[in-house]
Structure formats: C-alpha cells, structure tokens
Nanobody
Framework: QVQLVESGGGLVQAGGSLRLSCAAS????????MGWYRQAPGKQRELVAA???????KYADSLKGRFTISRDNAKNTVYLQMNSLKPEDTAVYYC????????????WGQGTQVTVSS
C-alpha cells in the first residue's frame, strides 16, 4: 500500500509564502516523476510543477519565477515553495507521483487547501 501525504497548506495573505510537502510511504521500489497539481472551484485540475528523479523540472508557464519544486529522494518527499502568492492561487493542491512497486502506478495525495486572501 502506497500513500502520499501532503502538508503545509493554509491561509495566507497576498504576497506571502507557503511551502507544501508531500511524503510517499509504503512498499516503494522507486519513484520516478513527482509533481503538484491544483484545482480551483469550478475549474479543471492543472499542472503546477513536476520534477523527475534526476531533478529535471517543469512548470506551468504562468507560475515560473514564483513557485519552486524540489525533492529529497532519500525521504521520498517532494516540496513546493510558493512565493508572492496571489488570490488566484487559491485552490486545492494535490501531490502526484509515478511510483514503481515495481510496476509503475500513478498515485495521488488527498489534497491540501491553499487560500490566499487579498
């Protein structure tokens, strides 16, 4: 059984920062890509950022420069540092990972709410 557990969400004022964490646990053989998605009310889930096991990153164009994704392979954990937050960043943020058990499956976390007040 593999689980992704997110933490670090909350309420922050516009211009503030938050750091999300997502730790994978369970019978893990290896982890390939890890990433963050978000879903705002009434909108589709969208990619925020992703990172490969070798550290190659990808960001949504609109978020480059404000958000930074990183990971600690030894801890099976991915992070999302969010700076200069805006009210439009308000959403539920979901962790996503491609995990080999050893067959590769895609896993999702339960989501963590980020609310940015103006």
């Amino acid at each position: 059984q593999v689980q992704l557990v997110e933490s670090g969400g909350g309420l922050v004022q516009a211009g503030g920062s938050l750091r999300l964490s997502c730790a994978a646990s369970g019978s893990i053989f290896s982890i390939d890509a890890m990433g963050w998605y978000r879903q705002a009310p009434g909108k589709q889930r969208e990619l925020v950022a992703a990172i490969t096991s070798r550290g190659r990153t990808k960001y949504a164009d609109s978020l480059k420069g404000r958000f930074t994704i990183s990971r600690d392979n030894a801890k099976n954990t991915v992070y999302l540092q969010m700076n200069s937050l805006k009210p439009e960043d308000t959403a539920v943020y979901y962790c996503n990972a491609a995990i080999s058990v050893p067959i590769i499956y895609e896993y999702w976390g339960q989501g963590t709410q980020v609310t940015v007040s103006s």
